[in-house]
């Protein structure tokens, strides 16, 4: 089947299972819909594909709506919490020696492919940490698919079941303006932004870099213009088809004793995420959602996409998931060698 109808095919199904949950009033329907309809599709042999263009085109989209938040008086707010980021930052380390504890010993993995399966990071960036030691990048590549597929749908049905909702309106201010002339200049400023990164070979470099340029302008105050919502459901959409891409006819064919206890390992960092949230919520002014959020092993649009959707405090969200990307990313490599060795002589 030539490439073209392979998109073609994708992005109707994507659009057809957003609008679909939009009419059955899902949360996130823009993301979750297009995931879950692509997901079930690709899993039922139909040949479609997601074209790499419209992923980065939907991860600038999050990427600079997210920085046009990072206001003075949020960037004040994050730094007051910054501990608390740094506490998140050590329980994803946490997380990721326990699920790879798992791995291991319950479903029989050897212990890099374990490794680097379980950390909490880029999928992108652990697939090639496992292939540069020599693991199953195969085995680590469909983990953390099922991995962002269980975060991605479970927290906002959670909360949504739980009538959990915010009350950071920002993203809804009606004051807000869409400026053709100042869109124009915005998007040639993190198109830089997101080619500097890609070339420096830096992660995310298309969520990362437009934020940063983003957050760099609205911290001083400045800001060209706002992205209407018509733009970041387009953006959504294109999220949940690229993540619901990642799946395929074989997927749990390839491994089913591992990807169920990948399966197991997930929801007790889920289950865990809830408990720690709690506990930093009862220590500081956070907001218990918040913190959930920030602290579950999601990725950084997806939950940035359901913080800001559901009005829970978008850029404290990023500001967590961005210094643990950062964090895991660095000492993810360095620990293997001695956590294989204390688990060697255990």
């Known amino acids: 089947m030539p490439r073209v109808v392979k998109y073609c095919t994708g992005l109707l199904i994507a659009l057809v299972g957003a609008l679909l949950a939009k009419a059955l009033s899902l949360p996130l329907p823009w993301i979750l819909g297009a995931l879950i309809a692509t997901a079930l599709f690709k899993m039922g042999g139909l040949p479609s594909a997601c074209p790499g263009l419209l992923r980065n085109a939907g991860q600038w989209v999050i990427g600079t709506s997210l920085g046009l938040y990072f206001t003075p008086h949020m960037l004040r707010v994050i730094g007051h919490n910054f501990p608390y980021i740094v506490a998140g930052m050590l ?3 946490l997380l990721g020696i326990l699920g790879s504890i798992i791995l291991h010993r319950l ?3 050897d212990f ?10 880029g999928a992108s960036e652990m697939a090639n940490l496992a292939e540069r030691h020599k693991a199953r990048v195969d085995l680590v590549a469909s983990a953390h698919s099922l991995r962002m597929l269980m975060v991605v749908v479970s927290i906002p049905f959670a909360f949504e079941f739980l009538g959990i909702r915010g009350t950071d309106t920002s993203a809804f201010d009606t004051t807000r303006f869409f400026d053709p002339a100042g869109f124009a200049m915005l998007l040639a400023i993190t198109l830089v932004a997101g080619l500097v990164f890609r070339f420096l070979h830096l992660p995310n470099p298309w969520v990362l870099g437009p934020m940063l340029a983003t957050l760099l302008l ?6 060209l213009t ?3 919502t018509e733009i970041t459901n387009v953006g959504q959409l294109f999220i949940g088809w690229s993540l619901g891409d990642k799946f395929g006819p074989d997927f749990f064919r390839k491994a089913p004793r591992f990807l169920g206890f ?16 709690y506990c930093v919520h009862v220590v500081s002014d956070l907001p218990f959602a918040t913190l959930v959020l920030g602290t579950s092993p999601g990725g950084i649009a997806e939950m940035a996409i359901t913080a800001k959707v559901l009005m829970l405090g978008a850029p404290v969200v990023s500001s967590f998931h961005v210094v643990r990307m950062v964090f895991i990313l660095l000492v993810t490599g360095p620990l293997y060698v001695p956590l294989r060795r204390v688990l060697e002589r255990n």
């Open 112 to 121: 890099k492919t374990a490794w680097f399966s379980s950390a909490i990071g």
């Open 107 to 109: 479903a029989g993995a």
């Open 226 to 228: 706002h992205l209407p």
């Open 262 to 277: 990948v399966a197991v390992a997930n929801t007790l960092n889920i289950i865990l995420a809830f408990g720690f949230g």
């Open 218 to 223: 609205t911290s001083q105050e400045i800001t």
């Open 91 to 93: 329980f994803a380390l």
